[in-house]
């Protein structure tokens, strides 16, 4: 089985467009995930457009 990890991270309006907000970020990693023949780690960012929009 694998590991699932979530961390917050904010963004400022300096590294990116708009204002500061706060974003999640999601990471799964199987058990080999180093290995090139059967682990992956997936990272997924939940994201917010200029407007707020998700």
Do not use: C, E
């Amino acid at each position: 089985m694998g590991s699932i990890y979530a961390y917050w991270m904010k963004t400022d309006a300096v590294s990116l467009k708009g204002k500061d907000i706060w974003r999640a970020i999601w990471k799964y990693k199987t058990k080999n995930y180093t290995s090139y023949k059967d682990g992956f780690r997936m990272i997924a960012l939940m994201a917010t457009d200029i407007r707020g929009t998700p």
